[in-house]
């Protein structure tokens, strides 16, 4: 398995590292026994869904643990985003950053929303918040903020920010369950924070999703919205959205609860391994959690510097492919770059130029309870060796026409 020669590379004459494919984002999977006692109770009960003791137990659980008063499961996290863009009452115009996953902007956009795109601070990959106030316009209500990679946004920052301007503030917490910024657990700050629970976070629920806040009146009012608007059993007060979450789908979260602490613990422990053996190596960085807070670690970050390593990182990428890791760039190219903002959009055509950079750089790598220390091991000696031959290697890519899968 170790590659001594090029030729012993994959995409080159080699046999793959791998035998199966490594994925970015394979589910963690909860506790089986339990799952499946829950979904035998389910069918006796014949309680599917529609608010059923699963989905309360979950919210109640989740609310205790992030310190909420409350949480509200929901069918997905996009569902989520938009119900909450809704009973925020947003119009017009919210700032968001650009580099994150296509449904922040979505979520807007199909609402009627224009999403406003904002550059983010290379340093830690969230929203540039001194970049905001300059695209803040009469038409501005509200500001969506996004965790990415679980790392909080500066939300400090943010709130003086919305304060000053009278803005709504939410944020997009898909990747930050089980995170906390300065001691608080999110989902405490804002009007309300979003989590997504689809099967490639590092808690699932199949696909769901969950609004928590303190605010009593929003999450009275998210809780009719979710259910079609129904305020009696035939009287409906608002324009509302199938957003419930199934029985099944509670299931699967409660059995993956209980072993949360689980999951998080082999994420830290594959981070760490790729930290060591990634240390070193010329033109790869590999992004920190901030150990003082509560953190998933479920994103293994790295930026690749070409004019170092002397492969490009989509040749790097291309080489990994063809050993069966299959890293991912998210989020190349950015929203912004996006067919839907590109085109035929009021602001298509904006330049961000840290977004633009940092989408061509960056690589992610596969974590999780499905890959073992020796995977990374494995993983990280191809990337080793990779860079140490990046010149020869790149250019006998080039010349088989191999720029990238
Ligand atoms: C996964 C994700 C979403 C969407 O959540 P779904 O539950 O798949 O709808 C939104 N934003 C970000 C940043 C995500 O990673």
């Excluded at 601070?121 to 969506?144: F, M, Q, S, V, Y």
């Excluded at 890293?327 to 085109?343: D, E, I, M, N, S």
Aim: charged share 20%; glycine share 8%; hydrophobic share 40%.
């Amino acid at each position: 398995m170790i590659k001594t020669t090029l030729n012993d590379l994959a995409i080159l004459d080699g046999t793959p590292a791998f035998p199966e494919r490594l994925h970015v984002g394979r589910p963690n999977i909860g506790n089986r026994e339990t799952f499946l006692r829950y979904i035998n109770n389910i069918l006796d009960s014949r309680l599917l869904t529609n608010n059923g003791p699963l989905v309360q137990e979950l919210e109640k659980r989740i609310a205790d643990m992030v310190g909420a008063k409350h949480c509200i499961a929901m069918c997905n996290g996009t569902t989520a985003l938009e119900t909450v863009g809704r009973a925020l009452e947003l119009k017009d115009e919210v700032l968001v950053p650009s580099f994150t996953f296509i449904a922040t902007a979505h979520s807007l956009q199909w609402q009627g929303i224009t999403p406003v795109f904002c550059d983010i601070d290379p340093a830690t990959h969230n929203i540039d918040t001194k970049k905001i106030e300059a695209l803040i316009t009469p038409r501005t209500t509200g500001i969506l903020g996004v965790h990415v990679w679980g790392r909080p946004c500066d939300i400090e920052a943010l709130v003086e920010i919305a304060k000053k301007h009278r803005l709504k503030l939410f944020f997009d917490a898909a990747h930050a369950f089980s995170c906390s910024y300065k001691g608080r657990m999110i989902g405490n700050f804002g009007d309300a924070e979003v989590f997504s629970f689809h099967a490639t976070k590092i808690f699932n629920t199949f696909e769901g999703g969950a609004v928590v806040t303190n605010n009593d009146d929003l999450a009275k009012k998210i809780r009719l919205m979710k259910n079609f608007g129904f305020m009696g059993y035939d009287n409906v007060g608002y324009i509302g959205i199938n957003g419930k979450m199934s029985e099944v789908h509670a299931a699967m979260g409660l059995s993956g609860l209980e072993i949360l602490n689980d999951f998080i613990a082999v994420n830290k422990r594959n981070y760490e391994r790729y930290r060591q053996e990634l240390k070193g190596i010329p033109g790869i960085s590999m992004i920190s959690y901030n150990e003082r807070e509560k953190c998933n670690y479920h994103y293994i970050v790295l930026e690749i510097d070409d004019a170092v390593t002397h492969i490009s990182r989509d040749r790097l990428l291309e080489t990994l492919w063809a050993e069966n890791v299959l890293a991912r760039c998210y989020f190349y190219p950015g929203c912004h770059k996006q067919v839907p903002y590109a085109f035929g959009y009021s602001r298509a055509g904006i330049k961000l130029s840290e977004t633009e950079r940092l989408g061509q750089r960056i690589l992610i790598f596969p974590t999780g309870t499905a890959i073992s220390t020796d995977d990374i091991s494995g993983i990280c000696q191809i990337v080793k060796f990779a860079v140490e031959h990046g010149p020869e290697l790149s250019k006998r890519l080039i010349a088989l026409g191999r720029n990238g899968i």
